[in-house]
């Protein structure tokens, strides 16, 4: 019989469960529809199980009626979405995850001193956007160790660094000893900006990656905490799939495997892991042990605009 390695902590982390549970009591406070800007957390089964109960997803804020309601994704935006639904007469309600907001306040702080902004994370993905747009003119994309390598900064003035949250901790440190290295000046903010949820992730997956055969990761693939924990598990050795459910599984997967890994990211609602513990005992995975290295209990308050409403349903 085999066995399975429950990772945790594992899952929603404080700064999703905020973003969800917004748009969930703006739903019923104002009634449908309430639009969102963006995917409210990459997570696809948490998108349609909001659409299902009446929110709309939209792209952008400009494609939001004037005077509806709109919530702002976990990820954060750059300042001219402000401009543009206060020009629409919308109804905002600010998802960003608290951790989110730290980095941006620590960009325009470090743009307001006059520094150059190093900022590590990856292009296109929503959080970069946003952060990026607090002082475009002096932030600087790198993305990778062989970008740290290369990069040219400009000789005058303080230069800064600020990180996206969700990113790898080894490669963000890899990076971060290469530029120090090429600019010995460079100045981090107070604290790191990789939140704490992706820290204790990837700590929980290097744990158990060496006890297990395959590991799989519960999480959609515009997940950037989710990716993580898959090449967390690949850098151990061990094989490692990124799966939105059980109905993603391919059975070769776990053929001659013995004890099989389960995490999932912080945007992946803990029902598809239980969906995966049955589905992995039917296969004779049968025995479940949960591998916990830190107990988490982060809460953040929730949005303006919704926090005098009555808890949630069950």
Not at 108 to 132: D, K, M, N, P, Y
Request: proline residues 6%; charged residues 25%.
């Amino acid at each position: 019989m085999g066995k399975v390695l429950l990772a945790a902590p594992r899952g929603y982390c404080a700064g999703v469960d905020r973003a969800v549970e917004a748009v969930e009591r703006a739903l019923v406070k104002h009634g449908t529809p309430v639009y969102v800007r963006k995917q409210i957390v990459h997570n696809l089964h948490v998108v349609k199980d909001l659409e299902a109960k009446g929110a709309i997803f939209v792209e952008e804020e400009t494609e939001v009626p004037e005077g509806a309601v709109v919530v702002l994704s976990a990820h954060g935006v750059a300042p001219e979405v402000y401009a543009n639904a206060a020009a629409r007469g919308l109804q905002v309600i600010d998802a960003t995850c608290p951790l989110v907001t730290k980095v941006h306040v620590e960009a325009r702080r470090f743009a307001s001193q006059g520094h150059t902004i190093v900022l590590i994370g990856h292009a296109g993905h929503e959080e970069v956007v946003g952060t990026t747009g607090q002082a475009p003119e002096r932030t600087i994309l790198v993305q990778s160790p062989e970008e740290a390598r290369t990069v040219q900064l400009p000789d005058t003035g303080q230069i800064s660094y600020l990180t996206q949250t969700t990113l790898s901790v080894d490669e963000t440190e890899e990076i971060l000893a290469l530029l120090r290295e090429r600019f010995p000046t460079l100045e981090g903010p107070p604290s790191d900006d990789i939140c704490y949820a992706t820290q204790n992730r990837q700590d929980a997956v290097k744990v158990i990656a060496p006890r297990v055969d395959v590991m799989l990761v519960i999480g959609s693939q515009n997940s950037s905490n989710s990716n993580r924990l898959a090449e967390v598990s690949k850098e151990r050795g061990t094989p490692a799939y990124l799966v939105d459910d059980d109905g993603d599984v391919d059975p070769a997967w776990l053929e001659g495997a013995e004890v099989v890994g389960l995490t999932s990211g912080a945007s992946a609602p803990e029902w598809l892991v239980a969906n995966m513990v049955i589905f992995l005992a039917a296969r004779g995975f049968d025995e479940l042990e949960e591998v916990t290295v830190v107990e988490e209990g982060v809460r953040f308050s929730l949005p303006a605009g919704v926090r005098t409403l009555p808890l949630r349903p069950a």
